[in-house]
């Protein structure tokens, strides 16, 4: 049966750190470039990290560069993204999308991101005090 989705989404305190990650089954996502977005409302789709298939390269946004760490662990089909010194401004859904042997280009580089073939239905991510 096909999943891919994300989980790991909450409530944090400024500061906080969570998280998040983007599990498939039905296809291996080693084979997949991987993004990272996010929405706020009222707000467009950010891209905020991305790993490529092929060196497992990484891209960050400046918004969160040193912040958050985007990585795999291939023994269990899942990528993660960490978020640490999260602010309020990190509120959003996060969004995880696999693109068949893309490069961060797809995500984060001017790219069409919704060439991707798989996108998640997102997961809340609140940083309140």
């Known amino acids: 049966q096909f999943q891919f989705e994300e989980s790991g989404g909450g409530l944090v305190q400024p500061g906080g750190s969570l998280r998040l990650s983007c599990t498939a089954s039905?296809?291996?996502?080693?084979?997949?470039?991987m993004g990272w977005f996010r929405q706020a409302p009222g707000k467009e789709r950010e891209g905020v990290a991305c790993i490529s298939s092929t060196d497992n390269s990484t891209r960050y946004a400046d918004s969160v560069k040193g912040r958050f760490t985007i990585y795999r662990d291939s023994a269990k089909n899942t990528v993660y993204l960490q978020m640490s010194s999260l602010k309020p401004e990190d509120t959003a859904v996060y969004y995880c999308a696999a693109g068949m042997w893309a490069p961060c280009d797809l995500f984060l580089g001017g790219s069409d991101p919704e060439d991707a073939q798989y996108w998640g239905v997102g997961t809340q991510v609140t940083v309140s005090s």
């Open positions: 039905g296809i291996t996502l080693d084979y997949y470039g």
